[in-house]
Structures are given as structure tokens and as C-alpha cells.
């Protein structure tokens, strides 16, 4: 299987870049590397530098193979930055799914995975936090990936294209690489 892994040169989806690699799947990343680094691009990916706000940029990864799923980590993950600057921070997060969406469709990619996060829930009204909870964002952080999220079910719901797709919402997530 081809696969784009967008942010693929961060700490999570370098991890993901890896483990598809180790299964035999063909890897290209495409990361901006404002957050990432170079050396943390996997043996044997294809890295194209590029921002997933870019239609040029996506259309440069998508030119590498015919895409078969697209693995959707790319955006800006800071929620204290996120208040310092919420409209950067929805084009990052909004607009950049959005773009990958639009080339994912042009492309005819199957499969959509989109890298969520808890902090839709803002302050949850109990322990443990489940999918059936309140959305409630409390950050701007949290309000983008709800956006972005959404977005991704309505494409997959009511779109011609209709790709498979999950939306994956983390929590504390720490490792190597971090």
C-alpha cells in the first residue's frame, strides 16, 4: 500500500512512517519541518517539504505514487500557542485538513486517518473520558480539531467521494522522538 503521512517528520506520525515502512508499505511524508526533523523521517520514506496548507505542496506528495490512504497528522499541536494566535491556528489545523481533504479526493485515496485530540472535550464532566462524552473545546486548539474533524466525517458521509475514514482523538501521548 502507498501511504501519505502529512507531519511525518514529527514525533507521532515519524513513529506511524516507521511502523508502515517495517510492514512494507510504500511512505510518503510530506512535513513542512517547522516542527519536525529531517533525521526523524524513516529509512526508505520519501520526504517532500511542503506545508498541507498548499495545494502545490500536496499535489507534489501526491505525484510521488498513487495514493492509497492518507495518514493525516500535519498542524500546529501547541494549545498555549493556539491562543496567541487562534486564526493562524485554524488555518493551520482547518485549512490544512481541508487542503489534504481536496487533494485526497482529486486522487481518488480510499482512506482517510485524522489525528484528533481530547482537548474537544475541554474539561470532561467525569473520568473516564469516552467518545460518547460532550464535545466542549475550551482552547482554540481544541475548537480546530473539532472543525477539522467534522470536517472529515461530512466528506465521508456526504460527499460522491465517501473515503473510509477515522478520526483518532489522543491523549497524553509521550515517547522517543518527543
Given at each position: 500500500?502507498?501511504?501519505?503521512?502529512?507531519?511525518g517528520?514529527?514525533?507521532i506520525?515519524?513513529?506511524?512512517a516507521e511502523?508502515?515502512?517495517?510492514?512494507?508499505d510504500?511512505?510518503?511524508v510530506?512535513?513542512?519541518?517547522s516542527n519536525?526533523?529531517?533525521e526523524?523521517?524513516?529509512?526508505?520514506?520519501?520526504?517532500?517539504?511542503?506545508?498541507?496548507?498548499?495545494?502545490?505542496?500536496?499535489?507534489?506528495?501526491f505525484?510521488?505514487?498513487?495514493?492509497?490512504?492518507?495518514?493525516?497528522?500535519?498542524g500546529?499541536?501547541?494549545?498555549?500557542?493556539?491562543f496567541?494566535?487562534?486564526?493562524?491556528?485554524?488555518?493551520?489545523?482547518g485549512?490544512?485538513?481541508?487542503?489534504m481533504?481536496?487533494?485526497?479526493?482529486?486522487?481518488?485515496?480510499?482512506?482517510?486517518?485524522?489525528?484528533?485530540?481530547?482537548?474537544?472535550?475541554?474539561?470532561?464532566?467525569?473520568?473516564?473520558?469516552t467518545?460518547?462524552?460532550?464535545?466542549?473545546?475550551?482552547a482554540?486548539y481544541?475548537?480546530?480539531k473539532?472543525?477539522?474533524e467534522?470536517?472529515?466525517?461530512?466528506?465521508?458521509?456526504?460527499?460522491e467521494?465517501?473515503?473510509?475514514?477515522?478520526c483518532?482523538?489522543?491523549?497524553?501521548?509521550?515517547?522517543?522522538?518527543?
Amino acid at each position: 500500500m502507498n501511504v501519505l503521512v502529512t507531519g511525518g517528520a514529527g514525533f507521532i506520525a515519524s513513529h506511524i512512517a516507521e511502523a508502515l515502512i517495517a510492514r512494507g508499505d510504500r511512505v510518503v511524508v510530506l512535513d513542512d519541518l517547522s516542527n519536525g526533523l529531517r533525521e526523524n523521517v524513516p529509512e526508505g520514506a520519501t520526504l517532500v517539504v511542503g506545508d498541507v496548507r498548499k495545494a502545490d505542496d500536496i499535489e507534489a506528495a501526491f505525484a510521488i505514487a498513487p495514493i492509497d490512504a492518507v495518514c493525516h497528522l500535519a498542524g500546529q499541536a501547541s494549545t498555549f500557542r493556539s491562543f496567541d494566535s487562534p486564526a493562524w491556528d485554524m488555518e493551520v489545523n482547518g485549512m490544512g485538513t481541508a487542503r489534504m481533504l481536496e487533494g485526497a479526493r482529486k486522487h481518488g485515496v480510499g482512506t482517510f486517518l485524522f489525528a484528533s485530540s481530547m482537548t474537544i472535550y475541554g474539561v470532561p464532566p467525569g473520568l473516564p473520558v469516552t467518545e460518547d462524552m460532550p464535545w466542549d473545546p475550551i482552547a482554540y486548539y481544541g475548537v480546530t480539531k473539532l472543525a477539522a474533524e467534522r470536517a472529515v466525517f461530512v466528506t465521508a458521509t456526504q460527499s460522491e467521494w465517501a473515503p473510509r475514514a477515522v478520526c483518532y482523538r489522543m491523549f497524553n501521548v509521550y515517547g522517543e522522538r518527543q
